[in-house]
C-alpha cells in the first residue's frame, strides 16, 4: 500500500480573549495509507475536533495554526499560515463531514442549491444540470432516493440529512475525507447506515481515506483500520484496530477501554471502572507525561520527562512503560486501581461529564 | 396549492380587521372634545358685528351642512355610502375643500421624502451591519457605535440639530417647506431643481436614523449566522466567501424584511415630528393640523390610509415571509 497522507508537527492553539494561548493540538503527526480508515478516539476536550479543523482546512479564529504542514499524494502543503491555502483544495482534496449535520445545510435553501453551489466553486464551467446529475448518480450507486435534492434541510430526517451532507462532502471525490463525529447524534440503526455507506463508499475509490473521529470506541473498532488515541491534545498511542482494543500499550488506551460497557455475556459481572479524576485544563498541562496525574503505573520519570515514542509511525506508543515492557499490552486493572480505593463505584462514560478538578472553567471548545 | 388557501383564509381576517378599523377611525376623533363647528362660530363671532340669533343660525346651517345633526349611526352610513364612491367627505377647516383634494396634495410630499429615505436607509444600514459582522475589528467599532448612538436618538433631535447646523449655521440648505415662495408644484427641471434643496434635510434627518436602527440589528444578525455550522461546513467545502455571505444574508434578513415593511406602513402616517421641524407639507403636517382643529373628515380620511398601509405590508410581508423560508411556508400551509 501506498502512503495517502503525512500531516507532520500540528500544532495548533486557540487564543482567549484575556490574551492566552490554549495549545488543543500539540506537536501531532498523522499518517493514513491508501484504502485506510484512522480513527480518532479521546475524551472531550483531548483535542479532536481540533485536529479535524487543522487537516480539513477549516481552523478559524480564535483557533491558530502554529505550524504544521500535510502532504496528500506527494502536494505539500504549510498549514501555519506562511502560505495560503489554496480555496479549491478544501473540499476536492480534503474535506470535512461535519459532525451534527443538523445545521449543515442553510435552513433557507435546497439540497440541490448547495450541491450546485460546490460543484461550481470549483469548477466554474459546470453547468445546473451537470452538478445535479452527478449527485443523482451518486445517490443512486449507494440506494439513496434522489428526491432528497428537492427537499429543504428540515424535511428530512437526521439519519437522511447526515447521510445527504455526507454525499456532499464526497462530491468533489475528495482524497481525504475528514469525518468528524457524524454518527453522534444519530440511533443506531442511522449509525450503521451511515458506516456502511462509508465503507461502500472508500470500495468504489470515491475518497481514498478517511479520518474518523468520535468517542464512541465500539464504533470506531467496526469502522476503521487503524485508531489513534488522544490525550490532552497529544496522540498517545497509534496501532491496528483490533490489536488496540484487545492489547492496549498505553495506560490510557487501556483506561478507555476498561470504561466502554460492550453487550456480551462475558461483561455481564465485570465491573466498569472508569478513568479517575478528569482531563487537565490545556491551559496548564501537566509536566512530562500529560497522563501521569490519572495513571495508575505512573512511574518517576513521568513526571518530569516527555515519554518516548515506542514504536513505528503506524504503529506506536507514547509511554515509559511500553519501553520498558516491549511488546507487552497494559494490564487493565492495574491502570486504575491505584485510585480505586478514594473512588469506589466509578461508572462514567468516556465523554467529560464530570467537572474539572481546578476551579478554573475550562477555555477550550470541545 | 395550498399556499393559495392559506392566503385566502388570511385575507378575509384582514378584511374583518378593515372593518374594525373604519369603525373606529369613524368614532374615536368625535370623541375628541369640542364640536368643530363651536370652534368655526366661535371663530366668527370674534369680528363681531353679528347678533347672536345670526350665530345660531350659522351654527345650525354648519351643522346641517356637515351632517352632525344626524344621530351618529346615521353619519356613519352616509361615511360608509361616500366611501364606496371615493369620496372622502368635506373638510370642515378648510371648507369647502374636499379631503380628497387635501390629501392628494399633501401624500405625494410625504412618499417622496419617506419612500427613498426608507430605502436608502434599510438598504445602506444592512450593508454596514453586515460588513461590520464580517470585518469585526476597528471597523466594527467605528460603525457600530455611532449606529447605536443615531439610533436611540429620538428623531427631532437630530432634525433640529441638522437644521440648526446646515441651515441656520452653515446657510447651505433651506431651512423649512417644500419649495421657494412663489413657484408652485409642477413637473418642470426648474422647480424639481429648487423642491429638492429643500428635501435633502428632512430626508437625511430620516435615512440616518433609519439606517443606525437597521445597521445595529443586522450585525447581531448576522454575527450570531457567521458562527453557524452551514458557514464553517461551506468553508469546508471550498465555498467562495461571497457565496457563504450570500446564505448568511438570506438567513439574516427576516427580521429585518419585518423592519423595512413596519417602516413603509407607517409612512403613510407621516414623519410626523419631522415634517413639522422642517414645516414640509406633507400628510403628517396636514394630520397635525386636523386634530388640532377637530377636523373628523381629515383625520378620518388619514386614519383609513394608514389602515390600508399596516394591513397591506403585513399581508405582503406574509407572502414574502413564505417565499424567503421553507419553514414558514410550511406552517403556514399546514404540511407540518
Redesign the interface.
Known sequence: MSRLVNAEHLRASYHTPDGREVTAVDGVSVHIDEGEVLGIAGESGSGKSTLGAILSLTARPPLYVDSGSLEIDGQTQALDGSSKIPRTWRGSVVSLLPQGAMNSISPTMRVRDLVVDVMRAHNRSVTKDEALDRARDRLASLDLPTRVLDAYPHQLSGGMKQRTVTIISTLLNPRLLIADEPTSALDVTSQKALIDMLLQMLEQKIMSGVIFITHDLPVLRTVSNRIAVMYAGKIVEVGDAEELTTAPRHPYSAALLSSVLVPEPAYRKMRVYGIPGAPPNLAHPPSGCRFHPRCGLVMDECHTEEPPHVGDQLRFSKCFWALKNPGQSVPLKAVTASSLSETDTVVEDDDDTTSRPDDEPSEVPA | MNFARYLGRKALWYLAALIIALLLNFILPRLIPGNPVDAIVSQLSRGGGTGGDQLKAIHENYMREFGLDKPLWEQFLVYLGQLAQGDLGTSFAQFPASVNTLVAAALPWSIAIQLPAILVGWVLGNILGAIAAFKGGWFDRGAFLPSLFLSSMPPYCLAILLLYIVGVKLQILPIGGAYSFGLSPELSLEFFGDAITYFWLPFWSIVLIFLGGQAVGMRSMAIYENG???V?????????DS?IVR?IF??AMLPQITGLALSISGMIAGALITELVFSYPGIGTLLFNAISQVDYPVIQAITLFITLAVLGANFLMEILYGI????IR?SQSGDR
Not at chain 2, 461546513?233 to 467562495?240: E, K, T
Not at chain 2, 424567503?324 to 419553514?327: G, L, N
Request: overall charge positive; proline content about 5%.
Open positions: 453557524s455550522d452551514y464553517n461546513y461551506g468553508r469546508g467545502l471550498g465555498l467562495r457565496k446564505y438570506r438567513n424567503i423560508d421553507p419553514r410550511a
